[in-house]
T-cell receptor, first 113, second 113 residues
Framework: DTEVTQTPKHLVMGMTNKKSLKCEQH?????MYWYKQKAKKPPELMFV???????INESVPSRFSPECPNSSLLNLHLHALQPEDSALYLC????????????FGPGTRLTVT | DAKTTQPPSMDCAEGRAANLPCNHS???????VYWYRQIHSQGPQYIIH???NNETNEMASLIITEDRKSSTLILPHATLRDTAVYYC??????????????FGPGTRLSVLP
């Protein structure tokens, strides 16, 4: 199984809502990632988890709150988002080490109204 | 991490080889070259990666120059389904923190019938 799953596929939320994005993998990967991708732009790294601990936060606003409850799950909690936060949110996972590729999920298309 | 430079777009005739170049003149000895592609609105898909030697898998071949300052991704028989944005990424990993990928703008490959 080389699949990373993400739910939901699409999400529309208001600026006062609280919602969560979910990512799951069963490949035994201990590194998991959140990326944000705006239209016609490359993915930008947001967070990296290594062994369920947050290891990299790329200066992401606090309205985005990641959580890694176990080695297979990664959540991204959203609160008080702005319309400019509308984007494709991608999750990825990998083994540790420089020679291992990242596997990406299909993404969640988020629209903030 | 070393920066990469890719042409913004390329065309290729269906059935012909697609050769996608990438310059990474500041690459250091322990940095890998990774190639990913992203078909419209899907998650990035891993293609191939290498350190020094040329690599081949079922999808593509990666040719790295001897000085490692540039590389070429070769899709041997391009099909219409290979139309995508292709990203060349150079990344050194720290084992404790997984791999931090920085995506550049990539090359938009159009395979023409």
């Amino acid at each position: 199984d080389t699949e990373v799953t993400q739910t939901p596929k699409h999400l529309v939320m208001g600026m006062t809502n609280k919602k969560s994005l979910k990512c799951e993998q069963h490949m035994g990967h201990r590194a998991m990632y959140w990326y944000k991708q705006k239209a016609k732009k490359p993915p930008e790294l947001m967070f990296v988890y290594s062994y369920e601990k947050l290891s990299i936060n790329e200066s992401v606003p606090s309205r985005f709150s990641p959580e890694c409850p176990n080695s297979s799950l990664l959540n991204l909690h959203l609160h008080a988002l702005q319309p400019e936060d509308s984007a494709l949110y991608l999750c990825a996972s990998s083994l540790q080490g420089s020679s291992y590729e990242q596997y990406f999920g299909p993404g969640t298309r988020l629209t903030v109204t | 991490d070393a920066k990469t430079t890719q042409p913004p777009s390329m065309d290729c005739a269906e059935g012909r080889a697609a050769n996608l170049p990438c310059n990474h003149s500041t690459i250091s000895g322990n940095e890998y070259v990774y190639w990913y592609r992203q078909i419209h609105s899907q998650g990035p898909q891993y293609i191939i990666h290498g350190l020094k030697n040329n690599e081949t898998n079922e999808m593509a071949s990666l040719i790295i120059t001897e000085d490692r300052k540039s590389s070429t991704l070769i899709l041997p028989h391009a099909t219409l389904r290979d139309t995508a944005v292709y990203y060349c990424i150079v990344r050194r990993s720290t084992d404790n923190y997984g791999q931090n990928f920085v995506f550049g703008p990539g090359t938009r490959l159009s395979v023409l019938p």
